[in-house]
C-alpha cells in the first residue's frame, strides 16, 4: 500500500468528522450550541430559529412590516393588515408580537392590479368603515337592543299568541321617485364634489378630509351627510322590495 493512500476507514472517518461539524454548525445557527444533546434539535429550537429567520428576512427588505406598506403601496391605510387579510385575502405573511410582515414581492404585484382597477387602497377602507357604520345604524333603528346583562330568560306566566306581521313594503314607485328627485338634488347643488359614489351608484359616501374640514361651509357638510343618509337608506328600501318580489 501506498504511503499516501486513504483507507477505506480513514474516509469513512472523515465524513464522519465532516458530519460532526456540519452538525455543529447547525446548533450554532440554532443557537442551542449550549443545550443539553436532546434539545439541540428540538421543535421548539427549530420554530425559534424559525422566526429568527424570518426576522433576518425582514431587516434585509424581503419581508414589509404593516408600518411600511404605505412605502409600497402609496395609498395604504393607517393599519392595512386587516384589509389586505380579510379583503384581499393575502397569504404570505407572518405575525410577530403585535406586528405583520408581508410579502414585498407579492406587495408590488398588488399594488400593480390596485392601479390596474383604479383602486386607492385607503379610499376602499375609508368605505368599508362607512359601510359597517351603516350598517349599524340600520340594524339599531330595525332590531331592538338587548341587554346582554340579563338571565338567559324568563317568560311570563300564561305570556302566548305575541305577534305581529310587518306592514306591506312601500310602493316601488314611491322609493324610485324619492331616488329620482335626490339625483335630481344632487345634480342642482353639484353634490359631486362633496359625496363619493360606489356599487354601480348604489352608495353614498362623504367626502371627509380632516386638513380641509374646519374651511367646508357647514350648510353644505350638513347638506352633503344628510343626502348620503336619505340615498342609501332609499337604495336599502329598494334593494329589500325586490328581494320580497
Request: with cysteine.
Amino acid at each position: 500500500m501506498e504511503e499516501n493512500e486513504i483507507t477505506p476507514l480513514t474516509r469513512e472517518d472523515q465524513i464522519l468528522s465532516e458530519l460532526k461539524q456540519l452538525k455543529r454548525l447547525f446548533t450554532v445557527m440554532l443557537g442551542t450550541e449550549d443545550l443539553p444533546a436532546p434539545e439541540k434539535f428540538s421543535r421548539t429550537a427549530i420554530i425559534k430559529a424559525s422566526s429568527e429567520f424570518k426576522k433576518m428576512q425582514a431587516a434585509r427588505g424581503e419581508w414589509v412590516s404593516s408600518g411600511d406598506v404605505d412605502k409600497v403601496i402609496k395609498h395604504a391605510p393607517y393599519n392595512p393588515a386587516k384589509i389586505l387579510i380579510e379583503e384581499f385575502q393575502f397569504k404570505n405573511y407572518f405575525k410577530r408580537g403585535s406586528t405583520y410582515y408581508f410579502k414585498r414581492t407579492d406587495l408590488i404585484d398588488l399594488n400593480k392590479e390596485l392601479k390596474k382597477r383604479n383602486i386607492n387602497l385607503k379610499t376602499y377602507s375609508d368605505l368599508l368603515q362607512d359601510k359597517e357604520k351603516f350598517q349599524k345604524y340600520i340594524d339599531s333603528i330595525s332590531s331592538p337592543e338587548r341587554n346582554k346583562k340579563q338571565r338567559r330568560f324568563k317568560i311570563p306566566e300564561g305570556l302566548e299568541n305575541i305577534f305581529s306581521e310587518p306592514y306591506s313594503p312601500p310602493n316601488e314607485n314611491l322609493v324610485r321617485n324619492e331616488i329620482n328627485s335626490l339625483w335630481e338634488e344632487f345634480e342642482r347643488f353639484g353634490l359631486s364634489e362633496y359625496i363619493d359614489l360606489y356599487y354601480k351608484n348604489t352608495y353614498a359616501s362623504f367626502k371627509y378630509l380632516y386638513y380641509w374640514d374646519r374651511y367646508l361651509d357647514p350648510k353644505i357638510k350638513k347638506q352633503s351627510k344628510q343626502w348620503c343618509e336619505k340615498f342609501n337608506y332609499a337604495q336599502t328600501a329598494l334593494k329589500k322590495i325586490i328581494e320580497l318580489k
